[in-house]
C-alpha cells in the first residue's frame, strides 16, 4: 500500500513565475491537506481539501491555491512566486472521520521548492 | 490564535539515555494530539496520536501523555539508540464537529542521540 506521494521532488523556479505541485493521497483516505515548511521551523497550515472543495484556509494570500481531483489526488499552486515561497510543502492525507484512526495524518515526503 | 511551543529546542544525549520531550499548547480546546518525526530533508512520520479524551499512547520504546487541562503533552524515550536522531514535533488539531482543521505545529526538538 503506497503511502502519500508528492512530485516533484526538487523544483527550482525563479521570481514571479507560477508553479504546480502534485500530491497523491494514501490509500482509502479523501482529506488532502498542504504545509508550507520554511527552513529550521514547524509546518504551516496552507488549506484542505475535502469532495474537491477546499474546507479550510490558513494564514496564505491568494496567490497560494489548490485543487482537489475525483480521484482525491490534489495540485498546490503558487503563482507570482516570491524568494520567501522558497520552502518544503508537505501534502498530508486522511479518511474524513470522528474518531479513532480515521483522525490521523499522514505525510509525504514533500517538495523542495527553491525560488531564486 | 492556537499557538504551539517545544522544548528544549535543540538536545544532545549520550546513547542509552531515557529522555522526555515537552510541548505546550495555549486553547486546550484540541480534537487531537499528534507527535511526528523528522529527518533531515524528509517527510514527516507519525509516531502516536493521543485523542482528547485520552491520557497516553504507548508505542515500541515511546510513550506519550496528554493533560489537556494544562496544555500540556510529553514525549517520552525510553533507552535512547543513534537512530533516534531526528527533530521531534508535536501537532493539535483543534476542536470540530465536521473534521475541516489543519494541524498547528511546534518549531520541533533537535535531538541528537551520541553514540
Known amino acids: 500500500d503506497a503511502g502519500v506521494t508528492q512530485s516533484p521532488t526538487h523544483l527550482i523556479k525563479t521570481r514571479g513565475q507560477q508553479v504546480t505541485l502534485r500530491c497523491s493521497p494514501k490509500?482509502?483516505?479523501?482529506?488532502v491537506s498542504w504545509y508550507q515548511q520554511a527552513l529550521g521551523q514547524g509546518p504551516q497550515f496552507i488549506f484542505q481539501y475535502y469532495e474537491e472543495e477546499e474546507r479550510q484556509r490558513g494564514n496564505f494570500p491568494d496567490r497560494f491555491s489548490g485543487h482537489q481531483f475525483p480521484n482525491y489526488s490534489s495540485e498546490l499552486n503558487v503563482n507570482a512566486l516570491l524568494l520567501g515561497d522558497s520552502a518544503l510543502y508537505l501534502c498530508a492525507s486522511r479518511r474524513n472521520g470522528l474518531a479513532g484512526e480515521d483522525n490521523e495524518q499522514f505525510f509525504g515526503p514533500g517538495t523542495r521548492l527553491t525560488v531564486l | 490564535k492556537q499557538e504551539v511551543t517545544q522544548i528544549p529546542a535543540a538536545l544532545s544525549v549520550p546513547e542509552g539515555e531515557n529522555l522526555v520531550l515537552n510541548c505546550s499548547f495555549t486553547d486546550s480546546a484540541i480534537y487531537n494530539l499528534q507527535w511526528f518525526r523528522q529527518d533531515p530533508g524528509k517527510g514527516l512520520t507519525s509516531l502516536l496520536l493521543?485523542?482528547?479524551?485520552?491520557r497516553e499512547q504507548t508505542s515500541g520504546r515511546l510513550n506519550a501523555s496528554l493533560d489537556k487541562s494544562s496544555g500540556r503533552s510529553t514525549l517520552y524515550i525510553a533507552a535512547s539508540q543513534p537512530g533516534d536522531s531526528a527533530t521531534y514535533l508535536c501537532a493539535v488539531r483543534r476542536s470540530s464537529g465536521g473534521g475541516a482543521d489543519g494541524l498547528t505545529f511546534g518549531k520541533g526538538t533537535h535531538l541528537i542521540i551520541q553514540p
Open positions: 490509500s482509502g483516505h479523501d482529506t
Open positions: 493521543i485523542q482528547s479524551s485520552q
